[in-house]
């Protein structure tokens, strides 16, 4: 009985926490500086020639949490100086109870302020496909003494999928040194309740982003150094959620390795600060030829730090028809 108590427990903190960030945060990624484009559509065709990449990602692993894939291509035009994007990613909440498939198209227009300086506004528009599958689903009141699963009238879905159009905008200031911009996503408030009462309104999504690279020894061209430190904060907030990524990463040639953290330490609305402290990030990748491949996990900091496994997460890119070595971007390693 006591095992049987504690994986009703355990199931219902993964399907409570997953349904409560599917319905009101989008997915989150750990190495987005690793998926740029998924940041904001400024970053479409940075690296000064083309990428594709990759990436997946197993939160909280020992729940029945959440999967995420992406895939992405981006690539810059000189002749035009202009960048066209596209990603499509898929996300599953709860063991399938909840999933989205999102289909994103982006454009930037790269504006030469002086020598080294760049103003890159970008243009995102696209679709989504929501599902849920409530027989998933395991609310409190459907739990008996003995453990049997009752029926439950807490929700009944209308319609179990739909079909909405989304759109984002961003604005970047880009040096070889640095980059920092802002990006307004979720600009349509769609409706993605599966009930005709109440509605559940996207909000609008705001990433303000910025990160700085110190170089420590020249390499072949004046913005390639051998090795380096970069450091890089994004802010996300959407509605009542609030998040702040901090990354440090050390990058040699073939090599990166880096630290972060996930989280508010001194925002807690509701009293609660292990709500607003989520996870340290350790990271380690490795490049060549166009070629990279990074990973990372997650170390939970909240209150699941007992039961959740962590987050791992997983990134292979590659780019291509680059002008070496000044259109390269010091990120997407």
Known sequence: MKQMTKYIQVTLVALLVGCMSAMAQDFILSQPWSATTMVAPSFAGYTGGGR????YRN???????AQTGVVGYDQYFHPIRSSF????SYNSQGGGMLSQLQFNVQYTYLVQITKDWFFRPGLQVGLFYR????SRMVFGDQIAADGSILPTTVFQATNTSLVRFD???SVMFTHPYFF???CADRLLGNN???TDQPETKQNVKL??????LIPISKGTGKYDPKDDVTFAALYQWQGQYHQLDIDAMYHRRFFMVGVGYRGLPFYSPNGDMQYWNDAVKICIGGSYAGFSLSYSYDVSVSSLVNISGGSHEIVLSYRFMERMPNDRSFFCY
């Not at 594709?52 to 990436?55: G, I």
């Not at 599902?131 to 409530?134: E, F, H, L, S, V």
């Open 52 to 55: 594709v990449f990759a990436t």
């Open 59 to 65: 939160q909280w692993s020992n729940l029945k949490g």
């Open 85 to 88: 994007g596209g990603t499509v």
């Open 131 to 134: 599902a849920i599958d409530p």
């Open 167 to 169: 759109a984002a905008v």
């Open 180 to 182: 920092g911009g802002i």
């Open 192 to 194: 993605i309740s599966f």
């Open 207 to 212: 990433n303000v982003f910025a990160a700085g």
